[in-house]
């Protein structure tokens, strides 16, 4: 499953590349809402981050099931048959791999548009930019996959994903802000470990779950 | 002779309207069953809840004496959703297939067989309604299921296409796989099948020999 995710987005690359507009794009707008505040920018640059990884998501995930619904894929796979379990783990990854192509294109760019250098050095941050994306792709393969029947699945998305990851995005803006500004605090470990604890309970419920979503 | 799918008491509701309402039926191993009915019936909800695709909402669907989600290796659907990847190439998308069905077969043979051989390389989007039905049919033929449903195999192919299906049927009939055929090519179909089953506002009408609806006893 995972390898079948990974040649659908290679050969649909234009999901990648619009996601990652949509990022910049999003970036940009901060960037203007700013103004000439350059210490507001710099303070804020791990949220404008963030915000701006968390709404791309949402086209992603979304695509990522219209895909599956759009000829009854996700019924062919299931007939296969195909274990659900094994399916949200490919979903999962697929989505993870593009939040996290655009997160690490997205940071350069932060830095560029926030003057915002990480004082930590690149690695905590793009750490942080990998534990991040994976739990906000669990939550939303599985949300994803909820909504891809509804009518207006684009609003039910959002609706359904904002409020399950906002404990994920806190920790994952915490940290980001951490490598930016430096760690003095010592805490950047702590919402490492509490990232990692969110993509445990995420992946887990995800991997259990998606059999009741799916199984119509 | 044994059973090899059996129906009990089938429901399916759609947004509040009973799409089926407790069907009965029983196919027996090696038999060929023509579905047919107006349009609207409930021939594909019943052929989709019998391959498990969907879930009824009552009552219960047992292949070869066990739930159908358990046995769904044991069976294929080929329905006009056809579940092929757009932006993949035919034989991508079948390669697929073989890889996370665990299913065995010379992929290139196959493409031949159902035309697509010159053509395995484009991606899917690019296909005719026709060609991705034929590229359903090497799906369905890597998977050489003992239990095969049809759903207007007939549909948007042509001449060679309808000649193509009619072999298929007569092997899988030589073969003494089971099969279900949903069709409104009734008069081409009811001959080669053992047993026809009328559908109508979601229950079975009518049931009997599939010559039988030709001669027009089934009206």
């Known amino acids: 499953m995972v390898r079948k995710e990974l040649l659908h987005l290679w050969r649909a690359r234009s999901r990648v590349v619009a996601t990652f507009a949509f990022a910049f794009a999003t970036l940009l707008l901060f960037s203007f809402a700013g103004g000439l505040n350059a210490d507001l920018l710099r303070a804020n640059a791990a949220g404008y981050l963030w915000v701006g990884l968390l709404l791309a998501s949402t086209l992603s995930l979304g695509e990522s099931f219209r895909v599956e619904t759009a000829h009854d894929s996700l019924e062919m796979l299931l007939l296969l048959p195909v274990r659900p379990t094994a399916i949200f783990v490919g979903k999962a990854v697929g989505n993870l791999v593009v939040l996290l192509l655009v997160g690490v294109v997205m940071v350069p760019a932060a830095v560029v548009l926030f003057d915002a250098t990480p004082r930590e050095g690149l690695a905590p941050l793009l750490l942080t930019v990998l534990l991040g994306t994976a739990s906000i792709s669990a939550p939303g393969t599985m949300h994803a996959a909820l909504s891809a029947r509804a009518r207006s699945r684009d609003l039910l998305l959002p609706l359904l994903l904002f409020p399950l990851v906002v404990p994920c995005v806190i920790a994952a803006v915490q940290a980001s802000r951490a490598c930016f500004t430096g760690d003095v605090m010592d805490e950047l470990g702590a919402w490492l470990r509490v990232l990692v604890g969110f993509n445990v309970v995420h992946w887990s419920l995800g991997a259990l779950l998606f059999a009741r979503v799916v199984e119509d | ?219």
């Open chain 2, 1 to 219: 002779m044994k059973a090899a799918v059996i129906a009990a008491e089938v429901g399916r509701r759609f947004a509040g309207r009973w799409a089926l309402s407790g069907v009965d039926l029983e196919v027996a191993e090696g038999e060929t069953v023509l579905l047919h009915g107006p349009n609207g019936a409930g021939k594909t909800t019943l052929l989709r809840v019998l391959s498990s695709a969907i879930a009824p909402t009552r009552g219960t669907v047992t292949v070869f004496g066990a739930p159908v989600i358990e046995q769904r290796h044991r069976l294929a659907l080929l329905t006009h959703a056809d579940g092929h990847y757009d932006e993949l190439s035919g034989r991508d998308n079948l390669e697929l297939a073989a890889s996370l069905g665990q299913l065995r077969g010379d992929l290139g043979a196959l493409l031949e067989r159902v035309g697509l051989a010159r053509r395995a390389d484009d991606p899917v989007r690019t296909y005719s309604a026709g060609m991705r039905k034929r590229l359903s049919f090497a799906r369905l033929l890597l998977k050489s299921p003992e239990i095969t449903m049809f759903d207007e195999p007939y549909a948007a192919l042509d001449t060679a296409g309808h000649t193509f299906v009619d072999e298929l049927f007569a092997e899988l009939r030589a073969r003494g796989a089971t099969v279900l055929i949903s069709t409104h090519q009734v008069a081409r179909v009811a001959p080669m099948c053992d047993r026809a089953v009328r559908i109508d506002l979601g229950k079975v009408v009518w049931q009997g020999r599939g010559v039988d609806v030709v001669t027009g006893d089934a009206a």
